[in-house]
């Protein structure tokens, strides 16, 4: 049974400060590992996609993989009102010819001005 | 380039009704996956289709939940005597590629279905 798990929160963070998000995950054999905004009563908007170990950057966005310890995580710097939403963590992995995300149940992010 | 399209997106079902939801991916996709989330829940994968086939339909109920994806057309998700914990939200994505381990899904607006 593949888990992904993530501190459902509230996370308050104040405006203009970094926030650290994590998610940790089961199966070893994932490959791909996105993050997810989701504002209340909306769709899952991608906001980041990670494959290989490491930092990648986007804007205010850097999402980090450690694969050996089954580890992402989303730093928002500069958080701003408008980030204020749920982040879920969704991991990719593929075999006999599917593909599946799993997701993360999601922690709820509260940007206070 | 339009996105992700579902229809309706809101459902309202009495107990023991028939819903049908509605699911067009973006142009040039033929990959659809359909998820369902419960309130205060993550989104769970129900299944997996290409034009005309069911790749993985593994989290997909056994009973009463159906879906297919014919060769012209939307994508349906059809849910067969509704109960009440059927109400949730259902989220169509859809991808570009065959199933690759760096597939990425654009999901739609969602229905709202709550049965009374």
């Known amino acids: 049974q593949k888990e992904v798990e993530q501190n459902s929160g509230p996370l308050s963070v104040p405006e203009g400060a970094i926030a650290s998000l994590n998610c940790t995950y089961s199966?070893?054999?994932?490959?791909?590992f996105f993050w997810y905004r989701q504002y209340s009563g909306k769709s899952p908007e991608l906001i980041m996609s990670i494959y290989s170990n490491g930092d990648k950057e986007d804007g205010r966005f850097t999402a980090q993989l450690n694969k050996a310890s089954q580890y992402v995580s989303l730093l928002i710097r500069d958080s701003q009102p408008s980030d204020s939403a749920t982040y879920l963590c969704?991991?990719?992995?593929?075999?006999?010819?599917?593909?599946?995300?799993?997701f993360g149940k999601g922690t709820k992010l509260s940007v206070i001005p | 380039n339009a996105g992700v399209m579902q229809n309706p997106r809101h459902l309202v079902r009495r107990r023991g009704q028939e819903a049908r939801l509605r699911c067009s991916p973006m142009?040039?996709?033929?990959?659809v996956y359909w998820y369902r989330q419960l309130p205060e829940e993550g989104l769970k994968f129900m299944v997996y289709l290409q034009k005309e086939n069911i790749i993985d339909e593994s989290g997909m109920p056994k009973e009463r939940f159906s879906a297919e994806f014919p060769k012209e057309g939307p994508s349906i998700l059809r849910i067969q005597q509704v109960v009440r914990g059927d109400s949730a939200a259902y989220f169509c994505?859809?991808?570009?590629?065959?199933?690759?381990?760096?597939?990425?899904?654009?999901f739609g607006p969602g229905t709202r279905l709550l049965v009374l």
């Open positions: 969704a991991v990719g992995t593929s075999g006999a010819g599917s593909y599946q995300l799993t």
């Open positions: 142009k040039g996709h033929s990959h």
């Open positions: 199966d070893r054999g994932s490959q791909s």
């Open positions: 994505a859809s991808s570009p590629n065959p199933p690759a381990s760096k597939e990425t899904q654009y």
